[in-house]
């Protein structure tokens, strides 16, 4: 599979997607951030790093995991993956646009815990660690099991 071509500020995807921002490489691969046209809205795209596009197994996978982000479906808790398709011949993730930054800086900065739930806690949210640990949507089991999805 080829490289995945980077996207431009100003430039518009499949007369649909006009790219807002290209954000970072994240652990991943490529973040953009775009405006999607038809919905007027923006969208957060992910794309994956070249070395995963070269093996078809990997790119099946990544596809697999993001269409089971998709399936978890919508909360108020979580960033909703819209849908996954290919842009190209590069698999690419749309999802729900989020203001503000990243978990990671959240955490860091502390900001996750003021003033809510999370504040009488000495530390992170307790996450639950067991090999059989599965994401849940509306308390209904999607078979997912400790995957990052990001």
Aim: proline content about 6%; glycine content about 10%; hydrophobic content about 35%.
């Amino acid at each position: 599979m080829a490289a995945a071509r980077r996207w431009r500020v100003g430039e518009v995807v499949l007369d649909l997607y006009e790219v807002r921002e290209v954000i970072r490489s994240g652990g991943m691969g490529l973040v953009y951030r775009v405006h999607h046209r038809g919905w007027n809205v923006d969208l957060a795209v992910k794309t994956p790093r070249t070395a995963l596009l070269r093996s078809p197994e990997r790119v099946s996978d990544f596809e697999r995991e993001a269409e089971s982000w998709v399936g978890l479906g919508l909360h108020p808790h979580t960033v909703n993956c819209a849908y996954v398709r290919r842009v190209g011949s590069v698999p690419s993730v749309f999802a729900e646009w989020v203001d503000g930054g990243t978990l990671a800086e959240e955490v860091r900065n502390r900001r996750l815990y003021e003033g809510g739930a999370l504040r009488a806690q000495p530390g992170p949210a307790p996450v639950a660690r067991g090999p059989d640990h599965r994401c849940t949507a509306h308390g209904r089991p999607h078979g997912v099991r400790r995957r990052r999805l990001r």
